[in-house]
């Protein structure tokens, strides 16, 4: 599991149940026995294996709900892609943190975007500009996955970008013109 493609508050609910847990581990280990030389003692035991396992469990859980990334947000929601009439098509290559195509300068039309990703990570790719509305994209690609998009460019200037949370912002976007 790579830690770097999990969203902001997935990586924090992680880090507090793995303080809290680390935590109670040091203390059990080093603090209580300096200060009762019986930790746990008799009567003490059982509450501390019950304490155990119940962290133990938290993190266990923690691990498994928060450090499986969701989908891309509304990638469910993302339309099939249908052949175009009179299409082109645009290969696109994602890796960590880029989008590289060959074409930045288009005319209006139908174009299947064939997306690739050759990065280590999952991406997508998600179009933002005129005539797009919501999630217009591909779903989340795995690493060596492929996808295709077909969408209808008019007139306008396009951003290109991958909606996995802190993708975009790390560099993973591109502009197209469809003049």
Do not use: W
């Amino acid at each position: 599991m790579l830690v770097a493609a999990l969203s902001t508050g997935n990586k924090i609910g992680l880090a507090v149940v793995a303080a809290v847990f680390i935590s109670f581990a040091l203390t059990s280990s080093f603090v209580a026995p300096r200060r009762r030389p019986d930790f746990p003692g008799q009567n003490g035991l059982s509450v501390f294996v019950i304490a155990s396992i119940a962290l133990f469990a938290a993190m266990i859980t923690a691990v498994a709900v928060l450090g499986v990334e969701s989908e891309a947000k509304g990638a469910a929601e993302s339309p099939a892609a249908t052949t175009p009439t009179a299409g082109h098509t645009i290969a696109v290559s994602e890796t960590e943190f880029k989008i590289a195509t060959l074409s930045t300068k288009l005319t209006p039309g139908n174009y299947t975007f064939v997306v690739k990703n050759a990065g280590k990570l999952a991406h997508d790719l998600v179009f933002e500009g005129p005539n797009v509305s919501g999630h217009e994209g591909t779903p989340l690609i795995q690493p060596g996955g492929t996808a295709k998009v077909t969408v209808s460019l008019t007139k306008g200037d396009y951003t290109l970008y991958c909606s996995v949370d802190g993708h975009r912002a790390a560099g993973m976007v591109t502009k197209i013109t469809v003049s």
